[in-house]
């Protein structure tokens, strides 16, 4: 029955067409005739004629696939075929007409008659029908919807919502910040305002569910979006963004939730590919700390590039058991090897370069837990300072091309050991490149969206369990970017790089944690501050609240590529550090914290303690502050 259904509605749409060429024909006879009796003569002809005209019409429906459309969505488009197919068959027949009686007793106006006709009898019944379906469909009633954006998006959303048999969802109005919209109907439904007023349009209409049809928006626009759709009090739901609409539909399927990368998330990034393939393709890279959130999105991102051969070293088992599973699985082809063992294992290192001698390695092993640090000085150095100290080194003496360091926005003017840490390698790495055939190059960024560790999962992880919610301080900032970007801007640095330089990634601007919790909150479907507590509970060991990109010393300059800039770095004095070097190796081997301590300070004079005890923090104890109250209600970054 289903196979025979859309048959049977092919025939009768073929038989309406073909019906219409005999009554356009005589008609257009009748017009001409000024709707008197047509002349017995000329009705032969025209009688006559008819199997031409027949032939030539029906010949052209066929080609122009009148027959192939669907009488309930007639649009334009349809329209243009149905002029088009008319046009073509009224030339033939007038032609062959021609042809056949040069046109005695054939008046010239027939044809022109015969194409008007035409047009009306096959355009008219179709849009009749839309329209009678279209009538129906608004007289049912489904949960009242308020479309944000009145774009081609959101004109298509829109449509689709009407046409849907079940009609779950009646759209009401439209909101949009362009003037030229306002006052405005799209299929029938009013452009009633901007943004700003969508609180008070909601709460007029007894609004239902909101759908944000934007999908070319920025993060900046959907958090003022969001945040306007959270002042109604209503559900809302969004279309994903312009980059993930892969198959170019738009309508009631594609909807979903606002997720917070539509909310942090960044502009694609616009990188050089075919630098970045020439320089990675056929050659052998090696990833350090390859496991970790950055590292394994790097090993992703060059096993797409073909390199000759992908090393990865990590310490984790289980994170390397992990990236090695997925490569083999993702890339069945990839020269893979992968190593157990930590970068300050100078035995370890020396067999890897040793047995693969690889052109390019990428830096990103390191401990990276603030607070956790604070009190494990010994870890902190041995794997950021001296791990870093003992790979660079090797890469030097194994002939390495490229090295590239991945760094921290906490490496500048550092609070904390972690920071203190990394910078002092930033300042090694220049170090070596100074008297190293290997271009030694060091990528500085802030925080990634999801890694280990971050604050993100932290938080949904506390709002499953009922919450609290626990942020250190209401004013507290971060930079934030997504893992993939991360890689790739890294990628697109080893390559434009040509030694001793910090590229600083464009992180935009700085979040505020606390923006982030109730976001997570919100998205959740529950409240901040009536079913989700967000506590403050102070700055924790080591923590600033706010993370510095460059140094007041280091002079950014352009690079050419929009979001990477470089850092102009500082003097070096690569005797004195090596003396320095040497004492801290030996503080690590006698476990001498406050010497460690004092060398860090020595190696990076601008780094300070934050003054902030574990101790005194956990004595004042967690403070709760009801969100509707707290003075500091951070929405945007």
């Known amino acids: 029955m289903m196979r025979f259904f859309p048959f049977r509605s092919r025939l009768l749409v073929t038989f309406h067409d073909l019906a219409v060429i005999p009554v356009a024909w005589l008609a257009a006879f009748w017009l001409r005739f000024n709707l008197a009796g047509i002349p017995p003569e000329f009705l032969h002809q025209a009688l006559l004629m008819l199997p031409v005209v027949f032939l030539a019409q029906g010949g052209m429906f066929w080609y122009f696939g009148l027959y192939r459309g669907v009488w309930r969505f007639a649009s334009l488009p349809d329209l243009i075929r149905i002029f088009k197919a008319s046009v073509a068959g009224v030339s033939i027949a007038a032609v062959a ?37 279209d009538r129906h469909l608004y007289g049912k009633a489904g949960r009242k919807v308020l479309i944000v954006g009145a774009g081609r998006a959101g004109e298509m959303l829109v449509r689709d919502l009407l046409r849907d048999p079940d009609r779950a969802y009646q759209p009401v109005a439209f909101v949009d910040d362009d003037p030229g919209k306002r006052n405005k109907d799209i299929h029938g439904i009013p452009v009633a305002g901007t943004v700003d007023r969508m609180a008070a349009i909601a709460s007029e209409l007894g609004i239902e569910l909101i759908l944000i049809a934007l999908p070319s928006a920025t993060p900046a626009q959907m958090r003022r979006i969001v945040g306007a759709c959270e002042l109604t009090g209503v559900h809302f739901r969004t279309l994903p963004r312009i980059e993930d609409l892969v198959t170019g ?37 090696l990833v350090s700390g390859g496991g970790g959130s950055i590292g394994s999105e790097l090993c992703r991102q060059i096993a797409r590039l073909g390199p000759g051969r992908l090393i990865v070293l990590d310490q984790s088992e289980f994170n390397l058991y992990a990236i090695e599973l997925e490569l083999r699985r993702d890339f069945p082809a990839l020269p893979l090897s992968v190593f157990l063992g930590s970068v300050a294992d100078e035995v370890a290192v020396k067999q890897v370069l040793e047995t693969h001698r690889p052109s390019v390695v990428f830096h990103a ?77 060091t990528v500085r960024f802030g925080n990634v969206l999801g890694s280990a560790g971050s604050v993100i999962p932290l938080f949904q992880k506390q709002i499953a369990a009922g919450g609290p919610v626990t942020v250190t301080h209401p004013q507290i900032t971060r930079y934030f970017m997504t893992i993939p970007e991360a890689a790739q801007l890294i990628l697109q640095a080893s390559v434009i790089g040509e030694g001793g330089e910090i590229f600083v990634l464009d992180m935009g601007e700085p979040v505020r944690i606390a923006y982030l919790a109730e976001q997570l909150i919100l998205l959740s479907g529950k409240k901040p501050g009536e079913d989700i507590e967000i506590a403050y509970t102070g700055l ?14 280091e002079q950014l300059v352009d690079t050419g590529h929009p979001k990477i800039l470089l850092a102009r770095s500082r003097p070096i004095d690569v ?33 300070h303690d934050q003054n902030v005890s574990a101790q005194s923090a956990e004595s004042e104890g967690a403070v709760i502050y009801p969100w509707k109250n707290s003075s500091s209600r951070p929405r945007e970054s």
Not at 260 to 278: A, N
Not at 416 to 421: C, D, L, P
């Open 575 to 607: 005797a004195g550090m090596e003396a320095v070097f040497g004492e801290l190796a030996q503080a690590c081997d006698s476990n001498a914290e406050p010497r460690m301590r004092e060398l860090l300070r020595a190696l990076v004079p601008e780094h």
């Open 97 to 133: 007409i021609f042809v056949l009686t040069r046109l005695v007793l054939v008046p010239r106006s027939v044809f022109v008659l015969d194409g008007l006709l035409l047009v009306l009898l096959l355009g008219g019944p179709r849009f009749i029908y839309r329209w009678v379906k």
């Open 540 to 553: 924790r060991p080591g923590e600033k609240l706010y993370e510095e990109l460059f140094h007041e010393a």
């Open 249 to 285: 539909q738009v309508g009631v399927r594609e909807l979903r939730e606002v997720k917070l990368d539509d909310l942090l998330g960044r502009e694609p990034v616009l990188l050089d590919w075919q630098s970045i393939t020439s320089g990675t393709r056929g050659r052998t890279v």
């Open 365 to 441: 092993a390191a401990y990276k837990h603030v607070p956790m640090l604070e009190g494990q000085v010994r870890a902190a150095v041995t794997n950021n300072i001296l791990g870093t100290r003992c790979l660079a080194a090797l890469a030097d003496q194994y002939g390495c091309e490229t090295f590239v360091m991945i760094s921290t926005d906490k490496a500048v003017n550092p609070t904390n050991v972690m920071g203190a840490t990394k910078r002092v390698a930033e300042i090694y790495c220049q170090g070596l490149n100074a008297r190293s055939k290997t271009r030694f190059i």
